[in-house]
């Protein structure tokens, strides 16, 4: 009787451990579910962008002006980046499928400028710096231009007045002195309904 009261015993014993062990490991496998859950929440909402690239581009009425210079970068190095282009070949019709796609279309009730006062303005740019340095220059030139990155992007003058606001970048191309030094000049332009349409491209 001992004998078998013992192994009762333990059996119990073996048996709560058991059950024990499988509740802590289902409030252990919730817990880390909901954390991840909370994670991934929090990670979606912090990832939200606030500027507005799909069509033409876009900011809401109240932005952090620190927040859209981080994510205008990207903009900035592309467009930099097709001016390297322009300048090594002439053909400007790179800027002018991206400002077609990305910038406000000028109506007569918006007095908007319209996408061809900035083509008409990179035209110019185009040809003049050309014309002003010989084939190998322009040639080393467009090649340092195209190598630029997002990262080697620097923020520069950015304001926010009654009605629009304005966004500046530059690039440095290696081995280049700072009179070289590209800036590319984003200008929006707010709508009755607050939000702001990018209204004009212009490089320096």
Same mark, same amino acid.
Not at 186 to 204: A, D, R
């Given at each position: 009787?001992?004998?078998?009261?013992?192994?009762? *015993?333990?059996?119990?014993?073996?048996?709560?451990?058991?059950?024990?062990?499988?509740?802590?490991?289902?409030?252990?496998?919730?817990?880390?579910?909901?954390?991840?859950?909370?994670?991934?929440?929090?990670? =979606?909402?912090?990832?939200?962008?606030?500027? &507005?690239?799909?069509?033409?581009?876009? +900011?809401?009425?109240?932005?952090?002006?620190?927040?859209?210079?981080?994510?205008?970068?990207?903009?900035?190095?592309?467009?930099?980046?097709? @001016? $390297?282009?322009? +300048?090594?070949?002439?053909?400007?019709?790179?800027?002018?499928?991206?400002?077609?796609?990305?910038?406000?279309?000028? =109506?007569?009730?918006? @007095?908007?400028?319209?996408?061809?006062?900035?083509?008409?303005?990179?035209?110019?740019?185009?040809?003049?710096?050309?014309?002003?340095?010989?084939?190998?220059?322009?040639?080393?030139?467009?090649?340092?231009?195209?190598?630029?990155? =997002?990262?080697?992007?620097?923020?520069?003058?950015? @304001?926010?007045? *009654?009605?629009?606001? *304005?966004?500046?970048? &530059?690039?440095?191309?290696?081995?280049?002195?700072?009179?070289?030094?590209?800036?590319?000049? +984003?200008?929006?332009?707010? +709508? &009755?309904? $607050?939000?702001?349409?990018?209204? =004009?491209?212009?490089?320096?």
């Amino acid at each position: 009787m001992k004998q078998r009261s013992k192994k009762f *015993t333990k059996s119990i014993v073996m048996s709560m451990v058991l059950a024990c062990t499988l509740v802590y490991g289902t409030v252990g496998a919730s817990a880390a579910s909901n954390a991840t859950s909370t994670s991934k929440a929090v990670k =979606t909402a912090s990832t939200t962008p606030v500027v &507005s690239k799909k069509g033409v581009i876009t +900011l809401p009425k109240k932005f952090s002006t620190k927040t859209v210079k981080s994510e205008l970068k990207p903009e900035a190095a592309k467009l930099i980046k097709i @001016y $390297g282009t322009s +300048l090594g070949d002439g053909n400007t019709d790179n800027f002018k499928a991206y400002a077609k796609k990305h910038l406000v279309a000028k =109506t007569h009730t918006n @007095y908007m400028l319209g996408y061809g006062y900035s083509l008409d303005k990179y035209k110019s740019k185009v040809k003049g710096t050309r014309k002003a340095n010989s084939k190998a220059e322009i040639a080393n030139y467009s090649k340092a231009v195209k190598k630029v990155t =997002t990262s080697q992007i620097r923020n520069e003058d950015s @304001y926010v007045g *009654t009605g629009f606001a *304005t966004f500046e970048f &530059s690039f440095q191309p290696k081995n280049y002195s700072p009179m070289n030094r590209i800036y590319v000049y +984003l200008k929006f332009n707010q +709508l &009755s309904n $607050g939000k702001y349409v990018l209204e =004009t491209i212009s490089y320096f």
